[in-house]
């Protein structure tokens, strides 16, 4: 297709290998409607893919809406009470954390929320320094659909996620391109442009097509939610058998199969404030900057 020769004769990289074909899909689409609701739509969406092309902009989710037709609630957790269930969840990975320290201190439930605090503490559990947490469900799962409804803290330092992660999939060995186990970044709010807030879908995985050194990653897009550290927005992700489709607010961002094929393995479910390095928060007062990611609730169904 013209499409693909043209981002093969380019190096674009995957996502914008992405936005590309779907450039071309919208300009085929301009001459099968007489809409003149749909044509102004389309010259948008349009105008929007050239401007991540040229600038690097996110995009608007314009995919098909979710459809949960044959799956059934396995999870759901509306964090009640005061406390966090232990019996579903664990904290993950206490301990130093790139420039700071994850330490369950930094978990509470309050308000029907979970709330994740990013801080410096200067009588910390490990001493004086940045801190925050992540937390995983007790359980692994495999194939299904992931959703989150949160919240993004309100900073350009820290940065919300949801994502699951198998055993090894920096490991080539393990990896074996993904079909060994994956991680895949449901959502990470770490794009700041234009004076909003955006969200990347991203996979790592190692040994895609034999590759044996370091671990292979495609960040597939940016993608704009509504006032996403103000309101509550829900990000998803249905991972089929041959696809992982990405979701905000029931609409499609977009969908890969990158690797050798997607993970066949259960999977831990995670849910973190993510603390960056320690160029990132230099310029953050120690004793004012105090961050939340706050949760509504976090969904799992299966087939």
């Known amino acids: 297709m013209l499409w693909s020769k043209i981002a093969e004769a380019l190096n674009l990289s995957i996502r914008e290998t992405w936005a590309v074909e779907k450039f071309f899909e919208y300009f085929g689409n301009l001459f099968t409607t007489f809409s003149p609701k749909k044509i102004i739509s389309t010259v948008l969406a349009m105008v929007e893919i050239l401007q991540m092309l040229i600038l690097g902009m996110p995009l608007t989710p314009r995919g098909q809406q979710l459809d949960l037709t044959g799956y059934n609630l396995v999870v759901y957790d509306e964090f009640e009470g005061d406390t966090l269930n232990e019996n579903l969840w664990e904290v993950r990975g206490n301990g130093p954390r790139r420039c700071g320290y994850n330490y369950s201190s930094q978990v509470s439930v309050k308000d029907g929320n979970l ?7 200067e009588d910390g559990y490990y001493g004086e320094g940045w801190y925050t947490a992540a937390i995983k469900l007790r359980e692994r799962y495999k194939q299904g659909y992931y959703e989150i409804r949160c919240i993004c803290n309100d ?5 919300s996620a949801f994502w699951i992660q198998a055993d090894g999939p920096y490991t080539a060995s393990i990896s074996k391109g993904g079909v060994g186990g994956a991680e895949i970044d449901i959502f990470e709010s770490t794009e700041y442009s234009e004076g909003k807030y955006a969200v990347t879908n991203t996979i790592h995985c190692a040994g895609v097509d034999g590759v044996q050194e370091g671990f292979q990653s495609a960040m597939l897009g940016k993608f704009y939610g509504n006032n996403i550290t103000k309101e509550y927005n829900t990000y998803g992700l249905e991972w089929t058998e041959d696809e992982y489709i990405f979701y905000i607010n029931g609409v499609e961002t977009v969908r890969s199969s990158f690797g050798n094929g997607v993970s066949q393995v259960p999977e831990d479910v995670i849910v973190s404030l993510e603390i960056p ?7 953050f007062d120690k004793e004012t900057f105090r961050t939340e990611f706050i949760v509504d609730y976090v969904k799992i169904y299966q087939k």
């Open 155 to 159: 900073s350009p330092g820290y940065w």
């Open 115 to 121: 709330v994740i605090t990013g801080e410096y503490l």
């Open 277 to 283: 390095d320690e160029e990132h928060m230099a310029e």
